[in-house]
């Protein structure tokens, strides 16, 4: 094997292996730190989330929100921006949702209003993301600080909304009424009865079908579109990409559009999909582990869907631990999420130094 | 009028309570993005300060022994934020994020390990924290108008890491802008090769300034736990780490500008929790939401270059690779 056939080994694929395997490591220790058998916590944990069907369910659960959050981090990403606004962006994309769920006209058909309450989330993530991209574009500020600013933006406005605006007279906790049942996508073990199977009942919808739908999109628009070549090229070098005739401006925009829009759907699996209702932090926790989900997935789609896998068996599992073991909760899985984090994005180059003396010398 | 005046007082009062975490996180910000790293893991050195401070209180029963182990832990932090953005070059804005994940897990999973409750440490005596402090003179100057009030109110009857906040920011001053490492740091933050040119140590300098930051962010996070409250409760930094973040840009990363935002807004801050439920003649029921998104809403106008412009330290979120 050449050199560079070499080094792409190790930097596609050894790297990125030896950096979760560090950060499971770590877990490992923290578990060990606080007195807990890290082998058997792993048995839980796994027997938790995959070991019989209402598990299994709350995993796939669980990992769709991180489908959307990860791949809307890992957008940004090939533009070579960090979207760290994804909190903001879901929370909100459910605010869309809720909009077109409970002004809808309740009679029309399912087929239409649910595609609409999609697009409600869609276009506001997307406009929640629209001003810091407009001045990172155009303005020259840092969309990392303006994101940041943007979810705490995002926070007020939706107490706002649901303590003045959305909350029903006489309604004590501020929350909306519910939507009407024709928004609801239906529940997977409905579906499967309808059929004739019996699987156990968990919060599992068909938003799952939305995440992997849009995760083939995202593969399809990023290597097989003219604009996902041109978001690449961007990210990879702005001089290149000026001199091809992009204008990186532009592709700011969009990317960061898009970016919002995909994290705008947390709510179709958590509000349409489960909760039937708009309530506070909904979106809590998945736009930051979106960031996790998308380090550990390379920013592929592929990549995020194993890793949105990953991080839905730790959170169902992490709720198993905290019912089984004393010791420890379900924030072991926001552990792990900074672990990760640190070491397959912070981190990264750990071991390169070390793998490329040993694998890919230098010949001479 | 002297209703008013008196409200006004107490306002003040409590904008500088809650502004002192904003000032020491700020400062640390400051050293960390002047020397050219980008410190988004503020907020995460401040909970794990607050959590180990306050557990450390509880256990040894000393509000010194919690501070000193409060500022040891979030330079812990601010060692690895500069061991991946530093030494291995890798993402400063992903490094940070990865610090306040892991201080908003690892302070959830501790508390249960520790004290076998979920989030919260055990309360602290008065004796484990830090009390306000009269200061000599009140009875005396108490009778005289107005002034006597704002001495008893406001100057008076804060603890001494209030006081600490007030005197660290001429000294960050004197530091950064009339000392040889403040020069230096100043250098290394807008142009490392220089330097590096100059035979300094760039990460040597960098790391330095981490420190500097890790020492002044556990100050503010053993305030939040062991001064302002007295106890340490689930993510109890409520975005004040961000905020200061917020406070560094609107000050321009210049102390004394610094400290005014912090002001302005931990007086914001105050106000929309006096104003919580009030309802004012014309404008009706307060919005509360509103004031509260006013800091975040001036940072976002100011980094859009509206209201002046906001230029960071030039090599800041570039890690610095020699050339051989």
Known sequence: MTRDRRLAWINGLLLPLFNVLTAFLATAVVFLFIGVDPIEATKILIYGALGYDEGLGYTLYYATNFVFT???VAVAFHAGLFNIGGEGQAYVGGLGIALVALYIDPTLSAWLVIPLAISGGLLFGA??????????????????????????????????????????VGQMSPESRNFPEVVWLPFV???FARFGYNIAKSPLNLSILVALFFSLLVWFFL??????????????SNDAAVYSGINPKKIIVVTMCISGALAGLVGVNELIGVQHRLFLNFNYGYGFGGIAVALMGRNHPVGILIAALLFGILYQGGAELDFELQNVSRDIVVVMQGLVI?????????YRPLLIRFLAPIET | MNDLLFNLILTLDASFRVCIPLIFASMAGLFAERSGVVDIGLEGKLLMSAFIAASAASVFGSPWIGLVAGMFASCVFAMIHGFASITYK??????????????SGLTMILTLAWFKKGGITPTLQADERFLSITLPGVDIIDHIPIIGVIYRELISGHNILVYLAFAVVPLVWWV????????????????PKAVDTAGLSVEGLRYKALLIGGILCGIGGAYIAIAHNAQFTKEMTAGQGFIALAALIFGKWHPYKVLAACFLFGFLDALALRL???????IGEVPVQLIEAIPYLLTVILLAGFIGKAIPPKASAQPYIKEL
């Open chain 1, 70 to 72: 990860g791949l809307a």
């Open chain 1, 127 to 168: 406009l929640w993301a629209i001003i810091p991209a407009y001045l990172q574009a155009y303005r020259g500020s840092h969309i990392v600080i303006t994101t940041i600013m943007f979810n705490f933006l995002a926070s007020a406005l939706m107490v706002y909304m649901l303590v003045h605006v959305l909350r029903e």
């Open chain 1, 189 to 191: 073990h409905d579906v």
């Open chain 1, 223 to 236: 290597w097989h579109t003219r604009w996902g070549f041109a978001i690449r090229a961007t990210g990879k």
């Open chain 1, 342 to 350: 640190l070491f397959c994005g912070g981190l990264e180059y750990l």
């Open chain 2, 90 to 103: 890798g993402n400063q804005i992903v490094s940070g994020v990865a610090i306040n994940i892991l201080a």
């Open chain 2, 176 to 191: 950064v802008y009339r000392t040889r490492f403040g020069l230096r740091l100043r250098a290394v933050g807008e142009n």
């Open chain 2, 276 to 282: 919580q439920g009030v309802v004012l003649p014309v």
